[in-house]
């Protein structure tokens, strides 16, 4: 699975939106990307994910560019709750299979 | 409904000491992951189970951890001789098996097993 950089920490103001990028410059055709976040002391939690075409849900946007080589999570207005590390993944798409997290981005919401 | 549940949510222990952590799975989930997440870090992917298939354990650290899973259901991790280096939070997940056209399914974590080796 390709790997991913993210940078290690980004602030962002309550009702702000928050977007984090990650980088994927080695991601092949038939990987996705997916989006997980732990609050602090809690289990990661799914986002989202996408192949090439952008996505949303009721959490947040996924944009991924054309040559699909990054992605921006985008959560359009982040509350003190959103304070969590964000870990982006690059997988192959399968029924099942294990998440390689890398370090995260850790996302401080500020009042 | 019921999500990822691990026991205990605390153990303490002395080097040395096995410990056995449990997991269970929300219902009909067939896939089931064990993770290890040191202070500060990431998770580390430990070992998986889908089915009846051969689990894939190639995340085990050394031959002192060892996991089963009954059927579908219950999974227990368990490490031998504890060392240091052992402490850190375990999670596991669960997920549904997808369509056979290879959908996603997103894995669901427990709260996780904080381990102490003293």
């Known amino acids: 699975d390709a790997k991913t950089t993210q940078p290690p920490s980004m602030d962002c103001a309550e009702g702000r939106a928050a977007n984090l990028p990650c980088n994927h410059s080695t991601i092949s055709g038939n990987e996705y990307v997916y989006w997980y976040r732990q609050i602090h002391s809690q289990g990661p939690q799914y986002i989202i994910h996408g192949l090439k075409n952008n996505e949303t849900n009721e959490m947040a946007s996924l944009i991924i560019t054309e040559d699909r080589k990054s992605s921006t999570l985008i959560l359009p207005h982040a509350t003190l709750r959103d304070t969590a590390v964000y870990y982006c993944i690059v997988r192959k798409n399968s029924n099942t299979g294990k998440l390689i997290f890398g370090q995260g981005t850790t996302l401080q919401v500020k009042p | 409904g019921a999500g990822v549940s691990q026991s205990p949510s605390n153990k303490v222990t002395e080097k040395g000491k096995d410990v056995e952590l449990r997991c269970d799975p929300i219902?009909?989930?067939?896939?089931l992951y064990w993770y290890r997440q040191r202070l500060g870090q990431g998770l580390e992917f430990l070992i998986y189970?889908?089915?009846?298939?051969?689990?894939?354990k190639s995340g085990l650290p050394s031959d002192r951890f060892s996991a089963e899973r009954t059927g579908e259901s219950v999974s227990t991790l368990t490490i031998q001789r504890t060392q240091q280096e052992d402490s850190a939070v375990y999670l596991c997940?669960?997920?549904?098996?997808?369509?056979?056209?290879?959908?996603?399914?997103?894995?669901?974590f427990g709260p996780g097993t904080r381990l102490t080796v003293l």
């Open positions: 997940a669960s997920s549904a098996r997808g369509l056979a056209g290879g959908s996603y399914n997103e894995q669901f």
């Open positions: 219902s009909g989930h067939t896939a």
């Open positions: 189970f889908q089915g009846n298939s051969a689990p894939d």
